[in-house]
């Protein structure tokens, strides 16, 4: 692996131009912090390089509230879905060796074979897995659930993926799937040559070689280490400590989310990016290095009357002016999500991607034009994606933007729309409710439904005369039924401080009903949910005889 590291151009040029950004930024942290406050995060830790100095390293609120602990620029958070840009590298360097891999275009299932994927031929390529174009349906209720508790085990991860039904033909669509990354976390135990973890693959082919001594999925690597603790806030803002912390290594899709890091090592992180995108610019002829696959456009996030949003390998890429966040949950908040370098800022290239999982909400951003890096991690579900307003905010400073957009406005209207969520669910669960039908008796739907995979269980219970049901068995996943409409049931929790202490966001309305199905003699056999609405059928669950 090539390390460039040194800025490109006129030293005194680039120091000058540094200073500027920096000046700007000096006044962003007040709105860093009225953000913040907007959303109610815990804490946040905010970290800017440009021309390869350092423009920004700004903390605030608490990485531990109990503690009263501010984090620093080592601070461990997870990362979310900034973990897949690291699997994707990883996948570079086996391209590199030319030992296992040959191209981009190979073929999963030659190394995983007992894939059984619901493609044509069985067949997608990595680039096909890791550019979200599989076609294929995400279901990450089945995997993710109250708490932040995993309800499946790793080792069902491609069982569960040759379970996973198309939504659109392959390579037709980008759908975004993080079951297609625990797959890639899979494929890279099977390279390695001693088919260890895929977390120590990572680290030894990856994050030691460019010195990222803070940034690790191995549980080993986090005792006694500066941690931000993950939090869930209330409609109140009250934050609320997360039971479970995401999973690493040898937890079901941590290849998808669960990488822990620090704003510092991020940034060396963006700049050995930006050094290889800025290298293979520079050379008038020749072979890119692999790992610019990362930054070629492979799929269409969506397209805009100003341009076109594309993916490449755990990378979104749009050039300014241009809307952000369409991989994080802010445009499902606001009527329109805002442009962003309508002015000076203009012609710009910029990647970037969010990555949320329970207790934490993140963002980066390369400018590789003017050797910039942003990184925005807090340790909170919090009231809208305001890591995401924050990126915005300092990207139009570092951009130097005159008509800067009013994201306090934005954040406010996500965190209204955030806040009334669960009244939207229960309204909409309470159009259609018949309370008039009939109630199946509780003793005749007690019993143990198996996913079609086997992966997972319903266990239905009666317990202090209701009828209750957990994932698995789980004393963290019991929730409580209430009769709906003839053999459906409900499980909405009865307050929105109760979802939002349980960590349940990524439930849609549908998702909160079971339907209880007979057979042709009258017995209870199977369960329905509905976890994905756009998905061909609801996920079935039979019961155990």
């Known amino acids: 692996m090539t390390i460039l590291f040194s800025p490109s151009g006129d030293m005194s040029e680039s120091l000058s131009s540094a200073s500027a950004i920096r000046d700007r930024l000096s006044k962003v942290t007040t709105r ?6 907007i959303a109610g995060a815990a804490g946040v830790s905010v970290g800017v390089i440009s021309y390869g100095h350092t423009v920004l390293d700004y903390h605030t609120g608490y990485a531990d509230i109990d503690r009263g602990i501010v984090a620093d620029s080592n601070t461990r958070y997870t990362i979310g879905s900034l973990t897949k840009a690291f699997v994707a590298a990883t996948l570079a360097e086996f391209i590199d060796d030319k030992k296992t891999l040959s191209s981009w275009d190979d073929s999963v299932v030659d190394v995983v074979n007992e894939l059984a994927l619901a493609v044509p031929d069985n067949h997608i390529s990595l680039i096909d897995m890791l550019a979200h174009r599989t076609g294929l349906s995400r279901i990450d209720p089945l995997w993710l659930g109250a708490e932040g508790q995993t309800l499946v085990d790793k080792e069902d991860t491609i069982k569960l993926c040759n379970h996973l039904r198309p939504i659109c033909p392959v390579r037709s669509k980008w759908l975004y799937n993080n079951w297609m990354y625990g797959l890639a976390g899979e494929l890279i135990e099977r390279l390695d040559p001693d088919h260890r973890p895929w977390g120590e693959v990572v680290a030894e082919r990856v994050l030691k070689p460019l010195g990222l001594n803070h ?14 603790q993950p939090y869930v806030i209330r409609a109140d803002k009250t934050p609320l400590l997360v039971k479970h912390m995401p999973p690493l290594q040898d937890g079901v899709l941590a290849a998808a989310g669960g990488i822990r890091s620090t704003t510092a090592d991020l940034l060396q992180w963006g700049r050995f990016l930006m050094s290889q995108i800025n290298e293979a610019a520079s050379k008038s002829s020749g072979a890119e290095p692999t790992i610019n696959m990362m930054f070629t456009s492979h799929s269409f996030i969506s397209s805009s009357s100003t341009g076109c949003e594309l993916y490449g390998l755990g990378w979104a890429k749009v050039t300014t002016p241009a809307q952000f966040g369409k991989i994080g949950f802010n445009p499902a908040f606001v009527k329109a999500m805002p442009e962003i370098g309508t002015t000076t800022g203009r012609n710009q290239h910029v990647f970037y991607h969010n990555g949320a999982i329970t207790g934490y909400n993140n963002c980066i951003m390369l400018l ?28 139009q400073a570092v951009l130097g933007e005159e008509d ?22 229960k309204d909409a669960l309470e159009a259609d409710r018949k309370p008039d039908t009939e109630t199946p008796p509780s003793a005749a739907l007690v019993g143990k439904y198996w996913h079609t995979t086997h992966a997972l269980f319903l266990d239905v219970f009666e317990d202090e005369g209701e009828l209750r049901f957990s994932f698995g068995g789980k004393p963290d996943q019991v929730h409580t039924l209430t009769h709906y409409a ?11 401080n109760e979802r939002i202490r349980r960590g349940l966001f990524h439930y849609a309305t549908p998702a909160w009903l079971l339907e209880f199905k007979k057979d042709s003699t009258g017995r209870y056999t199977e369960v329905l949910w509905n976890i994905e609405s756009d998905a061909p059928g609801p996920e079935s669950f039979v019961r155990e005889t």
């Open 368 to 395: 590789p034009q003017t050797q910039t890096a942003i990184v925005v991690l807090t340790n909170s579900m919090a009231q809208g994606d305001i890591a995401d307003w924050i990126a915005q905010a300092v990207l």
């Open 404 to 425: 800067l957009v009013d994201l306090v406005s934005y954040a406010e209207e996500s965190a209204l729309v955030w806040r009334s969520q669960y009244q939207t669910i």
């Open 215 to 228: 940034t690790t999925v191995c549980a080993t690597d986090l005792q006694g280490v500066s941690q931000a």
């Open 486 to 496: 003839n053999d459906t049931f409900c499980f909405l929790p009865a307050s929105d």
């Open 32 to 37: 860093i912090d009225e953000l913040k406050n």
